[in-house]
């Protein structure tokens, strides 16, 4: 005996959404509308079936493949399974296991730009320049940070101390007001920025050494350098430098860079300096 047109409709519409129900997407079936569309034709099928001939199974059919495919449309799907929707997700590709925020990103927990699973260096102080992998850059490769280095364009090989730098740092924006060991403006702008960098030596002992040229008495030069460096070292605890860690000192005209025959050569052993001290 031949299958009937019932028994026939029937096998087809249980059959195809088995079949194309693997076959249409490589995630959860019901991602896809088209795989919800075949279950409910599937089932309209079944449910039609009960007519003897093939009409009613095919308009149950069609009935059921709508409404599949309109139920699946409303359900809200999480394409990357992070825990956020995709119409909210605003990193939907995110690798599978990574903790993420609200928006469905990567959490950054120290906010360098560098996720947490890909970072290397996962305690990165706030607005600290960092590399691909959310390290601390250190341009010239001398070992100390950029954030911390005083000087930042060291060539290779030169070795460095503390601050980053191969001797004395001279602060050349330091200015005083004529013989006096008064700061001027400027030179608090200037100083408010070493302090920034200093800040972050906490264990590192330095010497504010301040500098004369010959011209004067050596009795008030060394007066005269012994207070502007005070006046340097206590501008830069103001702009909360550890004081324990610093010391001023003045050594008046005892120790020129140049010669002081010229006045070009005379501004210049007019100086304030920072040196690490040995510990």
């Not at 896809?32 to 075949?38: I, P, V």
């Not at 939907?92 to 990574?98: M, Q």
């Not at 341009?139 to 005083?150: E, R, Y």
Request: charged share 25%.
């Amino acid at each position: 005996m031949k299958p009937s047109v019932k028994s026939r409709t029937l096998g087809l519409f249980v059959f195809l959404p088995i079949f194309l129900t693997g076959c249409a997407t490589n995630g959860p079936w019901h991602e896809d509308w088209r795989n919800c569309a075949l279950v409910g034709g599937g089932l309209g099928a079944v449910a039609g079936s009960s007519a003897d001939d093939g009409e009613a199974a095919a308009v149950g059919a069609l009935g059921g493949a709508l409404l599949g495919g309109f139920f699946c449309s409303m359900i809200e799907h999480d394409t990357d399974d992070d825990g956020v929707v995709d119409s909210k997700d605003k990193c939907p590709a995110t690798p599978r296991g990574v903790k993420v925020d609200y928006n469905g990103c990567p959490v950054d927990s120290d906010n360098d730009g560098v996720p947490d699973y890909r970072d290397q260096c996962p305690n990165t102080p706030l607005n600290t320049q960092v590399d691909n992998r959310g390290c601390t850059l250190d341009s010239d490769n001398d070992g100390v940070a950029n954030m911390k280095d005083h000087c930042p364009n060291t060539p290779p090989g030169v070795q460095v101390n503390a601050i980053g730098c191969s001797e004395a740092l001279a602060l050349k924006g330091v200015q005083f007001e004529f013989n006096s060991a008064r700061l001027t403006g400027t030179s608090h702008e200037y100083l408010s920025k070493v302090a920034e960098k200093l800040r972050l030596h906490k264990n590192t002992k330095l010497e504010v050494s301040g500098h004369t040229d010959n011209v004067g008495s050596n009795r008030y030069n060394m007066r005269l350098s012994q207070r502007r460096a005070e006046a340097v070292r206590n501008f830069l605890v103001s702009r909360g430098v550890n004081g324990n860690n610093l010391r001023a000192v003045g050594y008046g005209e005892e120790k020129p860079i140049t010669s002081n025959s010229t006045e070009a050569g005379r501004a210049m052993n007019r100086r304030v300096e920072l040196n690490v001290i040995d510990q």
